[in-house]
């Protein structure tokens, strides 16, 4: 039976599709993709408001197998140097500066020659790419190993999968961190028999080892660690403009990339079969374009998934908002005062993470249901003008502009610590601190001391930029979960039969969150409990899943 299309026009901006169980799932050019996505399908998407619904028919089992102080405090005079370069980059509002990166063993400052300016061949005689030092691949390849060890689901996808090549034919342009974890999705990708060339979503999210050994692996890699803003987009550029190469999958983080295909390369957007996004900013984006009737091709939108919501934002800043704290400032946090800025999914980890520590947590919101939520989790809701002047520790993690502004920087105590764990580094106004009465001081890496004229100084983490990705790194294992959801995705936006998804945004199906939980199970040694036919039938489920409608809030 053919498919149907039914729009609710009750419903402005709704687009529903309809698969009839009867349709052939075969339209699918992989056994893989149709047996997880058999059935039956009813999607809806809604640009403004990121809500959708999906729900999928069973699953083959060939998947299941796979403070309070006083208000004034004498600052303490420290002496200013005269004639002291300031530290500034460019500021940007793009997420050249927005985002940060895993923190890489070697440094960028080690060789002032711009990769640009190099001639390097790897040992097949390719100069397909732009590294800092192709050199280090041999270490950049044993971090990958390393990292594969933690991403067992992962590598178990690209073990089954491997054999039908899924991806055969994909030619994908990728733009997000290239870390060791990063480059195991890459490969993966590869494995199932994509192309890819690949950049970095942000100036410093480079492991420049990682990025060698990819280079070395015949991987078109174009990134290295403390880009200019102008080698950002030439990197960026490199992947997508080669003669006899043409993208037709995006594989983005943060919207950069599909921003400059769409107004640099109009033709080549509209050929591209299908878009994965992961960022907050990058989706809304997407959903900008396909409000205003811009966007011409299918987007997944993999950011609102349950695996990278519940996963990747909470329980990774969870462990690395410490690691990235303790790393760069020594800082201990018993007894000291933090404000949070959102009490999201990414707020909710930093919060259990510095409560657990005995920190002192205020949090600031805007959302009251989250600003109920942190009440009864125990913290103490306020806004940020009373706490400023006694707090030690500010954390933005709202995914706004000007969370905190000259006002609130002028006015908090000397030595108090400053960082984002939002995406973007326009949450903490950084600009208004590039004036000649103030004094910045590299005292390490990612890590400035910005002088007031009365010596108070303030301690300034990756220059307002995603704290965890440039001071330290985040866990393996999460990145899995992450990894895999973005694979999958690609796998269905490449093999789906013409007419399941239209020119708009989609919510990754239910079945396949489901699945990618499903593999990462194993290693905690868990064990599913079995729906009896009964109780399937009483529940009104289907006993391989999907076991919660899409407005299910976990």
Not at 176 to 204: F, K, M
Not at 237 to 257: E, K, P, S
Request: one cysteine or more; a neutral charge.
């Amino acid at each position: 039976m053919p498919m149907k299309h039914q729009v609710e026009p009750h419903l402005e901006g709704v687009f529903l599709l309809e698969l009839d169980s009867s349709a052939p799932s075969g339209g699918c050019g992989s056994k893989l993709l149709s047996s997880l996505l058999a059935s039956t399908a009813r999607v809806v998407t809604h640009p403004s408001s990121l809500e959708a619904y999906s729900s999928w028919g069973a699953c083959d089992s060939f998947f299941w197998q796979i403070q309070f102080a006083d208000d004034m405090q004498e600052f303490t005079k420290f002496p200013t140097k005269t004639g002291r370069r300031s530290l500034s980059r460019s500021i940007s509002q793009s997420s050249t500066d927005s985002y940060s990166s895993a923190a890489s063993y070697t440094d960028s400052s080690d060789d002032e020659v711009s990769p640009r300016d190099k001639q390097q061949t790897n040992s097949k005689g390719s100069s397909n790419f732009c590294v800092k030092n192709i050199k280090q691949a041999e270490f950049g390849r044993r971090e990958i190993e390393i990292a594969e060890q933690d991403m067992s689901a992962l590598i178990s996808l690209r073990k089954r999968a491997q054999g039908e090549k899924p991806l055969a034919g994909a030619k994908i342009v990728g733009c997000t961190h290239i870390t060791a974890q990063t480059a195991v999705l890459i490969e993966t990708l590869c494995a199932l028999g994509a192309q890819c060339r690949w950049s970095a979503c942000n100036i410093y999210s480079t492991q420049n080892e990682v990025a060698a050994a990819l280079a070395e692996a015949g991987v078109a890699v174009f990134a290295w660690k403390g880009e200019s803003e102008d080698d950002f987009w030439w990197c960026i550029d490199r992947c997508v403009n080669m003669d006899g190469w043409q993208a037709n999958m995006i594989l983005d983080d943060g919207g950069d990339l599909t921003h400059w295909v769409y107004k640099k390369y109009p033709n080549v957007f509209k050929k591209i079969r299908g878009i994965v996004e992961e960022s907050v900013t990058g989706v809304h984006r997407l959903y900008q374009l396909s409000k205003a009737g811009k966007l011409c091709v299918p987007a997944m939108n993999v950011n609102d998934s349950v695996t990278k919501q519940k996963f990747d934002n909470l329980y990774c800043c969870r462990e690395s908002i410490l690691d990235g704290l303790k790393r760069t400032t020594d800082v201990m946090f018993g007894g000291k005062q933090v404000v949070v800025c959102g009490y999201g999914e990414v707020g909710k980890g930093c919060c259990a993470a510095l409560k657990a520590l005995g920190a002192i947590v205020y949090i600031t919101e805007i959302d009251p249901i989250c600003a109920l939520q942190a009440c009864m989790d125990g913290f103490r809701v306020v806004k940020l003008s009373e706490v400023i002047r006694q707090v030690d520790v500010v954390i933005t993690c709202t995914g706004n502009k000007n969370v905190v502004t000259r006002e609130h920087l002028d006015r908090m105590k000397n030595s108090c610590i400053v960082c984002n764990m939002g995406h973007s580094n326009t949450e903490i106004d950084v600009t208004s601190l590039r004036t000649p009465e103030l004094t910045w001081e590299r005292v390490r890496s990612q890590v400035d001391h910005v002088i007031w004229p009365d010596g108070k100084r303030v301690v300034l983490l990756a220059e307002g930029r995603l704290l965890n990705l440039s001071c330290s790194t985040v866990p393996t294992f999460v990145l899995s979960i992450t990894a895999t959801t973005q694979a999958l995705a690609l796998i269905e936006l490449y093999n789906a039969p013409e007419g399941r998804y239209k020119q708009d945004v989609y919510l990754l199906p239910k079945k396949m969150d489901e699945y990618v939980a499903s593999l990462h199970l194993p290693s905690f040694d868990a064990h599913l409990t079995e729906l009896t036919d009964d109780q399937a039938k009483y529940l009104g489920l289907n006993k391989n899943g999907p076991f919660k409608p899409n407005y299910y809030r976990y």
